[in-house]
């Protein structure tokens, strides 16, 4: 069982809606993450937060806009997505920030499979 | 700028055989951390094996264990004991201390054949 939460598993959405990712960790992580996935590649970073505040915004769409609420949860809001922006969305956490100079590993989430028709 | 080479897109080994899996990374930095994980069918990224670029000694967890060489910047990762289960794709990552960035190799697809 993952202890990292991702729903919903599959979103199938047109290129003029509005839908949500969601994750959620109860690890007391502090740090958490977006990555995207295509297939037989490996994730690429979009977005990581440290504390609740964005930290890293890897040139992302503005299509794509975070959000964490509180430090268990982490969203990712979808508007105007295009069809090339399927892909697997993976959410991780990881105890520590980066910037105390230890870096604990990221725990993923089973992540969700998106598809933009 | 941090790069991971995986140079064997694809493996396969016989149930209980050893296999390696290969990984070379360039980093300017002498503080970073290396990671192998495992991304099965079901689609979750799970930590393998991590190892302090400090630290001299190998890591080991059960039946997985890497080569650690810092000088030519090799990170190779023995499976022990192949079980069906270890059926998976095998990403090389690497990170430097104080960062929030993980940068990943291309992956290796390991199949174990019963």
């Known amino acids: 069982d993952t202890e990292v939460t991702q729903t919903p598993k599959h979103l199938v959405m047109g290129m003029t809606n509005k839908k949500s990712l969601k994750c959620e960790q109860h690890m007391g992580h502090r740090a958490m993450y977006w990555y995207k996935q295509k297939a037989k590649k490996p994730p690429e970073l979009m977005f990581v937060y440290s504390y609740e505040k964005l930290s890293i915004n890897e040139s992302v769409p503005s299509r794509f806009s975070p959000e964490c609420p509180n430090s268990s949860l982490l969203n990712l809001h979808l508007h105007a997505l295009q069809p090339e922006d399927s892909a697997l969305y993976l959410c991780?956490?990881?105890?520590?920030?980066?910037?105390?100079?230890?870096?604990?590993?990221?725990?993923f989430g089973n992540g969700t499979r998106l598809t933009v028709t | 700028a941090q790069t991971v080479t995986q140079s064997q897109p694809e493996m396969s080994v016989q149930e209980a055989e050893t296999v390696t899996l290969s990984c070379t990374y360039d980093t300017s930095e002498n503080n970073y951390y290396l990671f192998w994980y495992k991304q099965p069918p079901s689609r979750q990224m799970i930590l393998v094996i991590r190892q302090e670029a400090y630290k001299q000694q190998n890591a080991t967890e059960n039946r997985f264990s890497v080569n650690f060489q810092k000088a030519a910047k090799s990170f190779s990762l023995k499976i022990s004991d192949s079980q069906l289960g270890d059926t998976a794709m095998y990403f090389c990552?690497?990170?430097?201390?104080?960062?929030?960035?993980?940068?990943f190799g291309k992956g290796t697809k390991l199949t174990v054949n019963p």
């Open positions: 991780a956490s990881s105890q520590d920030r980066g910037g105390q100079g230890y870096n604990s590993p990221l725990h």
């Open positions: 990552a690497l990170t430097q201390g104080g960062s929030e960035k993980l940068v």
